[in-house]
């Protein structure tokens, strides 16, 4: 898209990270974010399991989601160690990875982060019918 927009065969591109920064370091300029017409801010990714696979291994999915949530809070917490990561597990260069535009890793499952997801699905016919966000999060017995 970058090279579109540089030769001028495009006028306009929706881009995600890490496109959007190396547009930037090409002298490109941002008017807006597509994102921002879902919500402010929502969960945009997380793990998923079917209710039967949850119940027959309620203790392994709890520890999975435990060190979900470890990881989340150290990688928010060290944001240069977690692009060196990111770098050496992608084709991301490193000084891409280093100074790009990153979402924080979220460090509590709040259904009300995934209602606007499920809302648009709705609103633009990717969901036949409502859901409700309370509904499909799983809660761990304590």
């Not at 203790?59 to 240069?80: G, S």
């Not at 990561?85 to 490193?94: E, F, M, T, V």
């Not at 891409?96 to 699905?121: C, E, N, W, Y």
């Amino acid at each position: 898209m970058g090279a579109a927009l540089q030769t001028g065969r495009i006028d306009l591109a929706v881009m995600v990270e890490p496109f959007v920064s190396a547009e930037k370091q090409q002298g490109g300029r941002v008017i807006g974010d597509a994102l921002a017409g879902i919500a402010p801010r929502f969960m945009i990714t997380g793990w998923f399991a079917r209710d039967g696979w949850i119940e027959d291994h309620q203790d392994l999915a709890a520890r999975f989601a435990a060190a979900i949530k470890e990881a989340a809070e150290w990688a928010n917490a060290h944001p240069q160690e977690s692009a060196a990561i990111l770098a050496r597990h992608s084709s991301i260069p490193a000084d891409v990875a280093s100074t790009m535009g990153r979402a924080r890793f979220g460090t509590v499952l709040d259904p009300q982060m995934i209602k606007p997801v499920l809302d648009a699905a709705v609103r633009y016919g990717a969901l036949d019918t409502p859901l409700d966000a309370n509904e499909i999060v799983w809660k761990a017995s304590k």
